[in-house]
Protein backbone atom coordinates (compact mmCIF):
# COMPACT_ATOMS: atom_id res chain seq x y z
CA UNK A 1 0.00 0.00 0.00
CA UNK A 2 2.85 2.25 1.08
CA UNK A 3 4.59 1.61 -1.86
CA UNK A 4 1.65 1.85 -4.15
CA UNK A 5 1.06 5.62 -3.44
CA UNK A 6 4.76 6.59 -2.80
CA UNK A 7 4.87 5.37 -6.66
CA UNK A 8 1.83 7.34 -7.23
CA UNK A 9 3.36 10.81 -6.04
CA UNK A 10 6.37 9.90 -7.47
CA UNK A 11 4.53 10.10 -11.32
CA UNK A 12 1.90 13.24 -10.25
CA UNK A 13 5.62 15.02 -9.69
CA UNK A 14 6.66 13.65 -12.96
CA UNK A 15 3.59 15.37 -14.24
CA UNK A 16 3.23 18.18 -12.57
CA UNK A 17 0.01 17.84 -11.19
CA UNK A 18 -0.83 19.95 -7.82
CA UNK A 19 -4.38 18.67 -7.48
CA UNK A 20 -6.81 16.21 -8.73
CA UNK A 21 -8.46 19.48 -10.83
CA UNK A 22 -5.10 19.47 -13.22
CA UNK A 23 -4.76 17.54 -16.41
CA UNK A 24 -0.84 17.11 -16.13
CA UNK A 25 1.55 16.11 -18.93
CA UNK A 26 -0.63 12.95 -19.91
CA UNK A 27 -4.45 12.81 -21.04
CA UNK A 28 -7.56 11.76 -18.66
CA UNK A 29 -5.36 12.26 -15.42
CA UNK A 30 -8.37 15.23 -14.01
CA UNK A 31 -10.47 13.82 -11.16
CA UNK A 32 -7.01 11.48 -9.92
CA UNK A 33 -5.52 12.67 -6.75
CA UNK A 34 -2.76 15.19 -7.72
CA UNK A 35 0.23 15.44 -5.38
CA UNK A 36 -1.67 17.53 -2.54
CA UNK A 37 -4.22 14.81 -2.05
CA UNK A 38 -1.33 11.98 -2.10
CA UNK A 39 0.32 13.53 0.47
CA UNK A 40 -3.01 13.53 2.70
CA UNK A 41 -3.26 9.79 1.79
CA UNK A 42 0.08 8.82 2.42
CA UNK A 43 0.23 10.58 5.82
CA UNK A 44 -3.24 9.14 7.18
CA UNK A 45 -1.68 5.74 5.95
CA UNK A 46 1.50 5.86 8.59
CA UNK A 47 3.38 6.58 5.87
CA UNK A 48 6.68 8.35 6.92
CA UNK A 49 7.28 12.08 6.30
CA UNK A 50 11.06 10.57 5.40
CA UNK A 51 9.89 8.06 3.12
CA UNK A 52 7.34 10.56 1.28
CA UNK A 53 10.15 12.84 0.46
CA UNK A 54 13.05 10.34 -0.33
CA UNK A 55 10.72 7.82 -1.89
CA UNK A 56 8.23 9.71 -3.75
CA UNK A 57 9.10 13.22 -4.20
CA UNK A 58 12.96 13.96 -4.74
CA UNK A 59 12.75 10.58 -6.52
CA UNK A 60 10.12 12.33 -8.81
CA UNK A 61 12.21 15.56 -9.26
CA UNK A 62 15.23 13.92 -10.13
CA UNK A 63 13.51 12.11 -12.87
CA UNK A 64 12.19 14.95 -14.29
CA UNK A 65 15.88 16.83 -14.04
CA UNK A 66 16.92 13.61 -15.82
CA UNK A 67 14.41 14.48 -18.24
CA UNK A 68 15.49 18.13 -18.65
CA UNK A 69 18.83 17.60 -18.98
CA UNK A 70 18.08 14.89 -21.82
CA UNK A 71 16.04 17.24 -23.65
CA UNK A 72 13.29 15.31 -23.19
CA UNK A 73 11.52 18.08 -21.11
CA UNK A 74 11.55 21.83 -21.37
CA UNK A 75 11.62 24.43 -18.57
CA UNK A 76 7.52 24.85 -18.54
CA UNK A 77 7.59 20.66 -17.62
CA UNK A 78 10.38 21.59 -14.90
CA UNK A 79 8.41 24.81 -13.65
CA UNK A 80 5.19 22.62 -13.35
CA UNK A 81 7.13 19.78 -11.07
CA UNK A 82 8.80 22.56 -9.52
CA UNK A 83 5.02 23.99 -8.78
CA UNK A 84 3.96 20.43 -6.95
CA UNK A 85 6.98 20.36 -4.81
CA UNK A 86 6.52 23.59 -3.68
CA UNK A 87 2.41 22.62 -2.62
CA UNK A 88 3.68 19.27 -1.45
CA UNK A 89 6.94 20.75 0.64
CA UNK A 90 4.14 23.54 2.71
CA UNK A 91 2.02 20.54 3.44
CA UNK A 92 4.69 18.38 4.96
CA UNK A 93 6.82 21.25 6.83
CA UNK A 94 4.57 21.19 9.97
CA UNK A 95 5.53 17.35 10.60
CA UNK A 96 8.86 17.18 9.39
CA UNK A 97 10.55 17.87 12.22
CA UNK A 98 10.02 15.22 14.08
CA UNK A 99 9.54 12.00 12.09
CA UNK A 100 12.87 11.22 10.88
CA UNK A 101 13.58 13.74 8.22
CA UNK A 102 16.85 15.88 8.96
CA UNK A 103 18.00 18.49 5.99
CA UNK A 104 21.25 18.39 4.33
CA UNK A 105 21.87 21.62 5.39
CA UNK A 106 20.69 25.10 5.65
CA UNK A 107 20.61 27.48 2.96
CA UNK A 108 19.97 31.31 2.39
CA UNK A 109 18.07 32.87 -0.21
CA UNK A 110 17.76 36.50 -1.17
CA UNK A 111 17.91 38.83 -4.39
CA UNK A 112 19.90 41.48 -3.49
CA UNK A 113 19.50 45.21 -3.03
CA UNK A 114 17.57 46.99 -5.61
CA UNK A 115 15.91 44.34 -7.63
CA UNK A 116 12.34 43.07 -7.20
CA UNK A 117 12.61 39.55 -9.05
CA UNK A 118 12.60 36.00 -7.47
CA UNK A 119 10.96 33.99 -9.80
CA UNK A 120 14.54 32.19 -10.56
CA UNK A 121 14.68 31.98 -7.10
CA UNK A 122 12.07 30.16 -6.37
CA UNK A 123 12.19 27.73 -8.35
CA UNK A 124 15.94 27.16 -6.99
CA UNK A 125 14.46 27.26 -3.46
CA UNK A 126 11.86 24.48 -3.89
CA UNK A 127 14.62 22.00 -5.87
CA UNK A 128 16.80 22.64 -2.85
CA UNK A 129 13.98 21.98 -0.45
CA UNK A 130 13.15 18.64 -2.69
CA UNK A 131 16.77 17.72 -2.62
CA UNK A 132 16.79 17.79 1.02
CA UNK A 133 17.86 20.91 2.25
CA UNK A 134 15.98 23.44 4.49
CA UNK A 135 15.78 27.04 2.42
CA UNK A 136 15.13 30.46 4.04
CA UNK A 137 14.06 32.85 1.54
CA UNK A 138 14.87 36.01 2.64
CA UNK A 139 13.17 37.54 -0.52
CA UNK A 140 14.00 40.13 -2.70
CA UNK A 141 15.22 44.17 -2.37
CA UNK A 142 17.49 42.63 0.47
CA UNK A 143 20.18 44.78 1.82
CA UNK A 144 23.92 43.74 2.51
CA UNK A 145 23.61 44.36 5.78
CA UNK A 146 20.48 42.80 6.58
CA UNK A 147 21.83 39.46 4.93
CA UNK A 148 24.79 39.34 7.14
CA UNK A 149 22.20 39.72 9.73
CA UNK A 150 20.61 36.80 9.15
CA UNK A 151 23.96 34.88 8.05
CA UNK A 152 25.10 35.02 11.52
CA UNK A 153 21.81 34.47 13.14
CA UNK A 154 20.47 30.94 10.82
CA UNK A 155 24.29 30.07 10.53
CA UNK A 156 23.79 28.46 6.91
CA UNK A 157 25.81 26.59 5.50
CA UNK A 158 25.28 28.09 2.28
CA UNK A 159 23.73 31.41 1.11
CA UNK A 160 22.44 32.00 -2.68
CA UNK A 161 22.24 35.45 -3.84
CA UNK A 162 20.68 35.88 -6.96
CA UNK A 163 20.52 39.78 -9.22
CA UNK A 164 18.28 39.65 -12.49
CA UNK A 165 19.35 43.02 -13.70
CA UNK A 166 23.34 44.43 -14.54
CA UNK A 167 22.77 47.37 -12.21
CA UNK A 168 22.34 45.41 -9.52
CA UNK A 169 25.00 42.92 -10.19
CA UNK A 170 27.33 45.13 -7.83
CA UNK A 171 25.38 44.32 -5.12
CA UNK A 172 26.41 40.60 -4.75
CA UNK A 173 29.74 41.92 -4.41
CA UNK A 174 29.21 44.15 -2.33
CA UNK A 175 26.95 41.33 -0.31
CA UNK A 176 30.27 39.48 -0.11
CA UNK A 177 32.59 42.55 0.73
CA UNK A 178 30.31 42.50 3.48
CA UNK A 179 30.46 39.29 5.07
CA UNK A 180 34.34 39.48 4.74
CA UNK A 181 33.58 43.08 6.88
CA UNK A 182 31.97 40.86 9.48
CA UNK A 183 34.04 38.15 10.34
CA UNK A 184 31.51 35.75 8.61
CA UNK A 185 32.61 34.72 5.11
CA UNK A 186 35.12 31.72 5.80
CA UNK A 187 31.61 30.19 7.76
CA UNK A 188 29.12 29.74 4.83
CA UNK A 189 29.93 28.89 0.96
CA UNK A 190 28.55 31.24 -1.28
CA UNK A 191 26.23 30.67 -4.60
CA UNK A 192 25.63 32.97 -7.10
CA UNK A 193 22.98 33.53 -10.19
CA UNK A 194 20.19 35.30 -12.23
CA UNK A 195 20.23 36.18 -15.42
CA UNK A 196 23.00 38.81 -16.07
CA UNK A 197 25.39 36.72 -14.15
CA UNK A 198 28.62 34.71 -15.35
CA UNK A 199 30.97 32.33 -14.36
CA UNK A 200 33.41 34.96 -15.22
CA UNK A 201 31.96 37.49 -12.31
CA UNK A 202 31.45 35.02 -9.87
CA UNK A 203 35.25 33.91 -9.71
CA UNK A 204 35.77 37.73 -9.72
CA UNK A 205 33.98 38.49 -7.03
CA UNK A 206 35.40 35.57 -5.07
CA UNK A 207 32.00 33.63 -5.15
CA UNK A 208 31.89 30.12 -3.74
CA UNK A 209 30.00 28.87 -6.82
CA UNK A 210 27.77 29.88 -9.92
CA UNK A 211 24.39 28.74 -11.03
CA UNK A 212 23.53 29.08 -14.69
CA UNK A 213 19.87 27.57 -13.85
CA UNK A 214 18.21 25.74 -11.66
CA UNK A 215 19.56 22.53 -12.29
CA UNK A 216 23.16 23.61 -12.22
CA UNK A 217 22.25 25.59 -8.75
CA UNK A 218 21.38 22.29 -6.99
CA UNK A 219 24.07 20.28 -8.73
CA UNK A 220 26.81 22.52 -6.74
CA UNK A 221 24.93 22.99 -3.77
CA UNK A 222 25.43 19.15 -3.70
CA UNK A 223 28.70 19.24 -5.10
CA UNK A 224 30.29 21.75 -2.01
CA UNK A 225 28.03 19.84 0.47
CA UNK A 226 29.77 16.54 -0.27
CA UNK A 227 32.99 18.54 0.25
CA UNK A 228 31.82 19.61 3.87
CA UNK A 229 30.36 16.40 4.80
Not at 1 to 15: A, F, H, P, T
Not at 45 to 51: L, Q, W
Not at 117 to 138: A, H, P, R, T, W
Request: hydrophobic share 40%; proline share 3%; glycine share 12%.
Amino acid sequence: MSGDIINLILENVVQGRVTQGEEGLDEGMVGQPGVSELIYQALASGVTVKDIINNGLTAGMETVMRKCESGEYCFPHMLASAEAMGAAMKILAPYSANNGFNPKGKILMATVKGDPNDFGKKIVSILLQVMGYEVIDLGTDIDSQSIVEAVRREKPQFLGLSASLTSTMQRIEDTIQALTEGGLRDNVKVIVGGAPVSEDFAVSIGADGYGADGLQAVAVVENLNSILV
